[in-house]
């Protein structure tokens, strides 16, 4: 089942500008992933963050979570044209088995 | 490093006959690997959770003796599609954990898409 919802659910920028991404679920987390899907491929990893974290950075990016509100957000900044993707967060349930359940995903164009 | 493969990259099945798809991880060993169908425009859905040595988990609403799992080795875990049907037409992707990493970081296979006619 999905846990949460991604919006927006489709963006559009020129190359230059920032991309904001937001991801909310619903049940208590271990921690929140983000993960870039070019069309027809397969996910890479971004970046993780745990559930006690709340800001983490990896080059242009920069992912929050707060726990409170059940919600995480992706920013990309200078976005260049090879960002375009669908980008998904998945969050993973405590636990042995560390489940990944995956948001609907938010589909980023990156105009030049 | 934590490349996971998938074979085969596409496959085209009449609709009746069985496919297999292999995921492997190539520099790790997996003990636990994970099977997720996409459909288009859609997100992953988790099917199995594919445990080396035991019987897979699967989620609920997933048929077990259509989707059968195989994980026979630390490196190797297989889905096989049984009877497929037009419906089973998707891009199936794996992903494995590092035993070693000790996270819950998975690294995802390229994907294998599925057209049964």
């Known amino acids: 089942s999905q846990q949460g919802e991604e919006d927006p659910q489709a963006l559009s920028i020129q190359e230059g500008e920032n991309a904001t991404m937001n991801c909310s679920y619903k049940?208590?987390?271990?921690?929140l992933q983000w993960y870039r899907q070019n069309s027809g491929r397969g996910l890479v990893h971004l970046i993780l963050?745990?559930?006690?974290?709340r800001e983490k950075h990896s080059g242009r990016l920069r992912v929050t979570l707060d726990t409170s509100k059940k919600s995480s957000s992706l920013l990309i900044t200078a976005s260049r044209a090879a960002d375009t993707a669908s980008y998904f967060c998945?969050?993973?349930?405590?636990?042995?088995?560390?489940?990944?359940?995956f948001g609907k995903g938010t589909k980023l164009s990156v105009k030049p | 490093g934590a490349v996971v493969s998938q074979h085969p990259s596409w496959v085209i099945c009449k609709s009746g006959t069985s496919v297999k798809i292999e995921c492997r991880s190539l520099?790790?060993?997996?003990?636990?690997m994970f099977w997720y169908r996409q459909f288009p425009k859609q997100s992953l859905m988790l099917m199995a959770t594919?445990?080396?040595?035991?019987?897979?988990?699967?989620e609920q609403g997933v048929e077990k003796d259509k989707f059968l799992i195989n994980h026979a080795s630390l490196t190797l875990s297989t889905l096989t599609v049984t009877s497929a049907h037009p419906e089973d037409s998707s891009f199936y992707i794996c992903?494995?954990?590092?035993?070693?990493?000790?996270?819950?970081?998975?690294?995802f296979g390229p994907g294998t898409r599925l057209t049964v006619t």
């Open positions: 992903s494995a954990r590092d035993d070693t990493s000790g996270g819950y970081e998975q690294y």
């Open positions: 049940t208590s987390i271990n921690n």
């Open positions: 963050i745990r559930s006690n974290e």
């Open positions: 998945a969050t993973a349930r405590g636990g042995s088995q560390g489940n990944l359940i």
């Open positions: 520099d790790f060993q997996a003990t636990t």
């Open positions: 594919s445990n080396e040595g035991s019987k897979a988990t699967y």
